[in-house]
Nanobody, 124 residues
Framework: QVQLVESGGGLVQAGGSLRLSCVAF????????MGWFRQAPGKEREFVAG????????YYADSVKGRFTISRDYAKNTVYLEMNNLKPEDTAVYYC?????????????????WGQGTQVTVSS
């Protein structure tokens, strides 16, 4: 089992920034990939960004490319999502997830472990 704990959500005005953190516990991640998803009320859970634990290759959804940055810290077993120039449409619960393969998937069902989520609200 892998436990994921997200933090860093909150309320911010449009154009502002937030940094989300996800600390992972349980096992080695050298062959895993990690991702951020989000889900707004009435919407399906959607892929935001992903990263390979080993090597750090990244992939972003078109809606956030150029505004969000995903990164990881080996020593802290932590993945981050830096969100800049936030828009009201970014409002959602953000979830950290782990895929037990090194391939960065974009579908929620490809991921094996999930955090409890952290709320991000962007006002206009």
């Amino acid at each position: 089992q892998v436990q994921l704990v997200e933090s860093g959500g909150g309320l911010v005005q449009a154009g502002g920034s937030l940094r989300l953190s996800c600390v992972a516990f349980g096992r080695a991640f050298s062959r895993y990939s990690m991702g951020w998803f989000r889900q707004a009320p009435g919407k399906e859970r959607e892929f935001v960004a992903g990263i390979r634990w080993s090597g750090g290759s990244t992939y972003y959804a078109d809606s956030v490319k150029g505004r969000f940055t995903i990164s990881r810290d080996y020593a802290k077993n932590t993945v981050y999502l830096e969100m800049n120039n936030l828009k009201p449409e970014d409002t959602a619960v953000y979830y950290c997830a782990v895929d037990r393969t090194p391939n960065i998937g974009t579908m929620a069902y490809e991921y094996d472990y999930w955090g409890q989520g952290t709320q991000v609200t962007v006002s206009s």
